[in-house]
């Protein structure tokens, strides 16, 4: 079973199987509280006063990007990048 977590356009899933292979997908509203929480669980170097500064939407897209992260590397490990922001970023001084 894959459990598939929609914020505002933003989607996380397992990648225990790959995509489109049919499985039972359950969607589930998290509030940012509960993004937060989770994501403060994958990566506790992240603080909730500073997370707190991120509108939902971005919060689900990072979920989404650590929660591909703890999958293994091979073929069903997948992430997309959200079409809008750059595989590159530079700050220039």
Known sequence: MTCVVVVEGALTRSANE???????????RMSSA??????????P???????????PRSLGRYLAHLTAAQEPRGPSARWSR??????????QR
């Open 34 to 43: 509960q993004l937060i929480d989770r994501i403060v669980t994958l990566n």
């Open 18 to 28: 790959p995509m489109g292979t049919g499985t039972q997908e359950t969607d589930t």
């Open 45 to 55: 170097t992240a603080t909730s006063e500073f997370l707190a500064q991120f509108s």
């Open 82 to 91: 959200a079409g809008n922001s750059p595989a590159i970023v530079m700050a």
